[in-house]
């Protein structure tokens, strides 16, 4: 299999946990909500980041379509305060959350055996970037396994929709649902949009078997088709320090 990253070209591709930060990254979204008169497919996709951030979201109802573009300044306003992400080596924090075989998942069960943790954080099942990175890391999974290593996905989608998402997928891990979005503001990727909700920035991290967080992969969205081998790379890297 053809390798594209050593540690220089990683840390080169992403932004670790001991950088700057840079400004909040712009974030298009359309959620599907089915209460009242709403009942739409969420559309989550394409949250680049940079300076050049420009919000836009869309919401959908049967009857009409409201498109509201705020521009950069307002961005910061729009989303609720930024949660801190953990640093680099600080312990993982703690969550017990439903998983798509409808079992309590907690940070304790997952590293009982002593595996490396694959946590990564996505925004909506079925849309088409959460889709290519479900698919990227369920054809390197026998490669994660390997190295002693399990891939987690986590998402405020409702365990019933996680599930489908598995199932249509194929995939041989599980997500887990993060309800309130607790899980997601404790490691410093929820973002929460007005009129829309909460939902979860699309982040990795790598937590070792003693619950540390090893690294945090930021910019994941400019790097979705090769993300889970840049994950597989880290890891490896990772292993031998």
């Known amino acids: 299999m053809h390798r594209r990253g050593t540690s220089t070209l990683t840390s080169a591709r992403y932004t670790n946990n001991n950088d700057v930060e840079r400004d909040t990254s712009s974030t298009s979204a359309t959620t599907r909500q089915s209460n009242n008169n709403i009942d739409n497919e969420t559309v989550l996709h394409q949250m680049t980041g940079g300076r050049r951030a420009f919000f836009q979201y869309g919401i959908s109802s049967i009857a009409t379509a409201v498109t509201i573009s705020l521009p950069q300044k307002a961005n910061a306003a729009a989303l609720s305060k930024k949660q801190p992400i953990p ?60 190295n002693n290593a399990q891939i987690v996905g986590v998402s405020v989608d409702d365990v019933t929709k996680n599930a489908e998402f598995c199932t249509s997928e194929k995939l041989d891990f599980f997500m887990l649902t993060d309800t309130n979005g607790e899980v997601s503001k404790a ?36 790097n979705i088709p090769t993300h889970a081998e840049d994950v597989l790379t880290r890891l490896k890297e990772l292993q031998t320090v």
């Open 87 to 146: 640093t680099l080596g600080s312990s993982a924090p703690p969550f017990s959350l439903i998983n798509t075989k409808g079992q309590t998942t907690t940070l304790d069960t997952l590293t009982s055996d002593k595996k490396w943790t694959i946590l990564y954080f996505y925004p909506g099942a079925f849309t088409s970037g959460c889709t290519l990175e479900a698919q990227k890391f369920q054809q390197s999974l026998p490669q994660f396994q390997e």
């Open 187 to 222: 490691y410093g990727t929820s973002l929460s949009v007005p009129m829309v909700g909460t939902f979860s920035n699309r982040q990795t991290y790598i937590i070792d078997p003693e619950k540390k967080i090893r690294w945090v992969f930021k910019d994941v969205e400019s």
